[in-house]
């Protein structure tokens, strides 16, 4: 299995990389913003079965997403990217009458731009891949039929954060569509106890990294498209 991980110094994306490298069979690529500062990122690869390769990248920064094949193709060398994934996630508390346009502009670069063009550049290297899959990690607040469904979100609550992953929810769908040779999937991880989960999330990383893991690797051609939770249940746009 050969991964390239969007942001994966810190939260679930570090449990990702750490749960990856348990198999010998596995090599990451794990990107950050700067790589000599991830300390709990590079101390990960003393102690991994797999191999691990940490990039720098900056998902808000175009320049640096497109520099991201001269950085992976030394390390893939002939071998194809099996699977990419797009973790990057800032999120504020503002509504839709609060919210402040450069911080709406700022999440909709990171949550939904950056990723997709990064999709977009990783795409000769997938194309090379055995399995050809793309994991879009969103929320179920990115989910519309949900909007209500906690009681901070009925008064509009978290509306950049929800609008970018709605956003990041179609453009999935839209990959869908245009490369059906593709499994293209969107993933809610539950609301995970880190940094951006908050103090009062419920779940471990572990616990949502394992079922990520499982729903991505047994995923076929009849999942791409689909908005799933870290279970592999269905979740309603």
């Known amino acids: 299995m050969l991964v ?4 994966a110094s810190r939260g679930i994306g570090l449990e990702l990389v750490k749960q990856l490298l348990e198999s010998p069979n596995n090599l990451v690529i794990a990107a950050c913003r700067t790589p000599e500062k991830a300390v709990a990122l590079n101390a990960l690869k003393s102690s991994a079965k797999g191999s691990l390769h ?3 990248l900056e998902v808000t920064d175009f320049d640096s997403v497109r520099a991201v094949p001269q950085a992976i193709a030394p390390i893939l060398g002939e071998h194809g990217l099996d699977y990419l994934i797009n973790n990057a996630g800032i999120a504020r508390q503002d509504t839709p009458l609060t919210l402040d346009p450069e911080v709406f502009l700022e999440t909709l670069r990171t949550n939904t731009v950056g990723p997709a063009l990064l999709t977009q550049v990783c795409i000769p290297f997938l194309d090379k891949g055995k399995e050809k899959k793309v994991l879009n990690i969103s929320s179920t607040l990115g989910s519309i039929a949900k909007a209500d469904l906690f ?3 009925r008064s509009g609550g978290a509306a950049s ?3 970018s992953k709605s956003a990041l ?3 999935t769908y839209k990959l869908k569509l245009e490369r059906p040779d593709l499994i293209v999937i969107t993933l809610c991880p539950g609301w995970v106890k880190t940094d951006l989960g908050g103090e009062n999330a419920v779940l471990e990383a572990k616990e949502s990294i394992a ?10 051609a009849t999942d791409s498209g689909k908005y799933l939770s870290y279970t592999g249940e269905a979740i309603p746009w």
């Open 54 to 56: 940490v990039i720098r």
């Open 4 to 7: 390239c991980l969007l942001r």
């Open 169 to 171: 929810n179609m453009l």
């Open 161 to 163: 954060y929800s609008i």
């Open 211 to 220: 079922g990520i893991i499982k729903v991505i690797t047994s995923a076929t």
């Open 151 to 153: 009681e901070h979100l």
